[in-house]
């Protein structure tokens, strides 16, 4: 059996306080939106995802099985799943946005204790991802 | 749903006039991997013990694939594999020798099984179990636990001893476990992070009755940490629903609430007129939260 391609693009942490499998979930919608996983692409199956991170099969089906029903994903018989091709493209700017709402809203916690300042943290952030402010 | 392996209802169990567990309704379906956590004396032990009929209950029922568990028949203890948190070796054999006593016993073993996982754990065989580590001990009563393929794996504190490597590869055995269809594991554990891995249930014991029980997922969703920022002070007593614990002061909040359902945040920013920030708890620090 040789490992699937894509066998390390997820990173899973068991002791964070969200639960493996929206974890799973959250990351192939991000990597779908963005386009870094194209439609076609084969997914590890649900063995070697639980024995790769040590963790639940029944975990990582369940978040398969959520992503199949969202129409992200494809079961195919007897072969692996794959990201679903067709009417969905990567996801429009307000959409992408959303998906890091959680985030930002932790951030904007964050910088309101401490005081700082909306431009100050935009820099910060333009930086952090390699761009010129 | 198919029949549960293991139920208790309304377990209790008392040593003289002292009370070790009372009042536990719990159930097992086939196919999960239960994770029992709880503070050291908190009765997991003894919970194990009374579900596997070592001793008998003192008040409600138990029972194992449908068999009341204090008189299981000998072939449905066949279909179980316990690992006892004080292993029950016999310093004068070797490790074959345990395992060829234990095979004969059952009747059925799959040899290919513990000679690969002896050679993965680098488990000496020849060597007296005198002479061996607690570590490798451990491994030992593992491996006499899974040679038969039991459908039911119940450890008491597998772990304890095992470096983390070890830890890492029972896990792994565990969860081919649990990978395979119709097998059922139920353990204990103080090392949470563990049980995060491979446990889709967990228990909560606490002082001698389980607190709450459910999926994994379940508890990380619905137990969870709110800090507050309002515009005005902040009553001391938070008109915040399922507040388990909760720190007030001046404008901002800090409470744990369980019952959590992300619905409920926008009409709570309404409501205390603030930033509420949601933040989901590792199971450690649930576990603490709500035993605090």
């Not at chain 1, 040789?2 to 974890?23: A, E, K, M, N, V």
């Not at chain 1, 493209?89 to 700082?116: C, M, N, Y």
């Not at chain 2, 830890?167 to 949470?192: D, K």
Request: glycine fraction near 8%; hydrophobic fraction near 40%.
């Amino acid at each position: 059996m040789h490992d699937s391609p894509t066998l390390r693009i997820f990173t899973l942490q068991p002791s964070s306080g969200i639960p493996i499998y929206r974890q799973l979930i959250d990351q192939v919608r991000r990597l779908v939106a963005s386009g870094q996983l194209a439609p076609g692409t084969e997914l590890p199956s649900v063995r070697e995802v639980a024995a790769e991170y040590t963790v639940n099969p029944t975990t990582i089906s369940k978040a398969y099985s959520l992503l199949e029903g969202e129409g992200l994903l494809q079961r195919n018989r007897g072969k692996p799943m794959t990201i679903a091709g067709g009417r969905q493209k990567s996801g429009s700017l307000p959409q992408r946005l959303r998906q890091v709402e959680a985030q930002v809203d932790a951030l904007v916690l964050a910088a309101r204790q401490l005081d700082l300042s909306s431009p100050d943290l935009c820099d910060f952030i333009a930086k952090k991802m390699g761009e010129e402010s | 749903m198919s029949a549960p392996v293991v139920t208790a209802r309304n377990l209790g169990k008392a040593i003289g006039r002292k009370a070790i567990l009372h009042d536990i309704t719990v159930e097992v379906q086939p196919g999960s991997v239960v994770g029992i956590i709880g503070k050291n004396g908190a009765g997991k032990s003894t919970l194990m013990d009374v579900l596997l009929g070592f001793s008998p209950a003192s008040s409600g029922s138990s029972h194992v694939f449908g068999h009341d568990s204090f008189t299981l028949p000998g072939e449905v203890r066949g279909r179980i594999g316990f690992v006892p948190q004080q292993d029950e070796l016999v310093s004068m054999l070797n490790g074959r020798q345990h395992v060829d006593m234990t095979a004969a016993l059952l009747g059925r073993w799959n040899r290919e099984l513990t000679d690969r996982l002896q050679r993965a754990w680098g488990l000496p065989m020849d060597r007296h179990v005198q002479k061996l580590s607690g570590g490798e001990r451990q491994k030992l009563s593992i491996l006499l636990a899974l040679g038969h393929e039991p459908d039911l794996l119940v450890l008491d504190e597998p772990v304890a001893a095992l470096d983390p490597i070890a830890r890492r590869q029972f896990l792994q055995e565990l969860l081919l476990i649990a990978g395979s269809p119709g097998r059922t594991v139920l353990f204990s554990t103080h090392i949470v992070s563990d049980l995060e891995r491979v446990a889709d249930q967990i228990w909560m014991v606490r002082e001698g009755t389980v607190v709450w029980a459910g999926p994994l997922d379940e508890l990380k969703e619905s137990v969870v940490r709110l800090s507050i920022t309002a515009r005005q002070r902040l009553p001391a007593d938070l008109p915040v629903p399922g507040v388990v614990s909760a720190s007030v002061q001046g404008h901002r909040a800090n409470a744990v609430v369980s019952g959590w359902n992300e619905a409920a945040l926008p009409g709570l920013r309404e409501t205390l007129d603030a930033d509420v920030e949601v933040e989901l708890l590792s199971l450690e620090d649930l576990f603490v939260e709500l035993h605090s």
